[in-house]
């Protein structure tokens, strides 16, 4: 079956700083990728998309690149702020529209 | 705002009660989902409807009864629940199908917290 694996957290980081997280995926054919984020309190929103391989999607200065190559879809954003804290799923959608999501990775940003 | 309305946010019910969740998408999406989801455990998919018609139930027990009246609204019928179904309850809704506008994109409510005592 699809299959999501996603970095544990919770990842902790200073303002300004580098971050990453690491999503990798198992499908049959060719999926779409996604990136929701959840807000304290709030359900899940998209945050990024990519359909094919070698798609970039991006969005508030996250960035994720659809990897066929080596079934990866990692987001990275150069410069966190306090306001990106919040828990990260990495997901995709087969072209059946079946969507598998991961765990979940908890990001703390301080100032 | 995600076009995706859920009440209530907050419902605490005893173990004998029975309450419901309700759903309602503003989008004219053809499927809708509801998902659990519990501290320190993944998304839980519980029942999925497609075009009305429920297309999966993931073994969810028989104390959580899904509705979906027509394809704008979803409603989760509770009943003598048990304390681990304390958690987030998230309804989704998305576009299915062939032809544009399918992207496989999910729209979530902001979900029902449910405590049970």
């Known amino acids: 079956g699809n299959s999501v694996t996603q970095m544990e957290g919770p990842v902790t980081l200073s303002e300004e700083a580098f971050l990453t997280i690491n999503c990798t995926y198992t499908a049959t054919g060719y999926p779409s990728l996604f990136w929701y984020v959840q807000y304290p309190g709030e359900g899940l929103q998209l945050l990024l998309k990519a359909t094919k391989a070698d798609d970039k999607g991006s969005n508030k200065g996250f960035e994720a690149t659809y990897r066929k190559e080596t079934t990866s879809f990692h987001l990275e954003k150069g410069s966190v702020q306090v306001s990106d804290s919040a828990v990260y799923f990495c997901?995709?959608?087969?072209?059946?529209?079946?969507?598998?999501f991961g765990d979940g990775t908890t990001l703390t940003v301080k100032p | 705002e995600t076009g995706v309305t859920q009440t209530p946010r907050h419902l605490v019910m005893g173990m004998t009660n029975k309450k419901s969740l309700k759903c309602e998408q503003h989008?004219?999406?053809?499927?809708m989902y509801w998902y659990k989801q519990s501290a320190k455990k993944p998304l839980e998919l519980m029942f999925v409807?497609?075009?009305?018609?429920?297309?999966e139930n993931n073994s969810v027990p028989s104390r959580f009864s899904p509705e979906c009246p027509n394809s704008s609204h979803l409603f989760l019928h509770l009943h003598t629940l048990q304390p681990e179904d304390s958690a987030l309850y998230l309804c989704?809704?998305?576009?299915?199908?062939?032809?544009?506008?399918?992207?496989?994109?999910?729209?979530f409510g902001e979900g029902s917290r449910l405590t049970v005592l």
């Open positions: 409807y497609s075009l009305e018609e429920r297309v």
């Open positions: 989008l004219g999406h053809n499927a």
């Open positions: 997901a995709l959608t087969t072209n059946a529209g079946k969507s598998t």
């Open positions: 989704a809704s998305s576009q299915e199908g062939g032809g544009g506008g399918h992207t496989g994109e999910l729209f």
